[in-house]
């Protein structure tokens, strides 16, 4: 397994601004919400390792430490924190930029891992080439 050092740079992989759809009676957003776009920035960042289908196999002890608000713009900055052979583990640190102030806030963390996967569901390397191709993509209709 490979550990990358602890000081990786985490980039922004998503920023979403939270709409009333998101959100409860009292104004803040689902947590549900929040871990849907934490799955989906793991995802972005496996890419980052090949052209695969990538799986979530696990999502670390998620705690909620601020509430998100509507309008508050949102990010979720990633990091790759080690590699297995057909698995990454990925970190996302998530942060609310108030609406209102402009103040940053950090929201939670995570730790996910993901896994390469065949067109059978079977994990492969995800250094070995492409997995995905033009057949997978939408076709223009004709
Ligand atoms: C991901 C999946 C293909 C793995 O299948 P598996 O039979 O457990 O495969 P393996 O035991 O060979 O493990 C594959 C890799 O996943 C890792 N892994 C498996 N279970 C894990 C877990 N619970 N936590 C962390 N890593 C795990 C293994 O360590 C291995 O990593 P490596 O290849 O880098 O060494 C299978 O569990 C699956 O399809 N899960 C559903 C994924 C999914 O649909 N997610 C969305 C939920 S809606």
Known sequence: MVRMSDDAKQAAAL??????????????????????????????????????????????KVDFRAPVFIGDVVSFLTSTESTGTSSVKVRVRVEAERYRSGQTVPVTEARLTMVAIDAAGKPIPFDSPPSVGPKDREQPAS
Do not use: C
């Open 15 to 60: 920023r979403v601004v939270m709409m009333p759809r998101d959100a409860n009676v009292y104004g803040t957003i689902f947590g549900g919400v929040i871990l849907s776009y934490i799955d989906q920035a793991g995802f972005i960042e496996a890419r980052k390792h090949g052209l695969h289908r990538w799986v979530t196999v696990s999502i670390e």
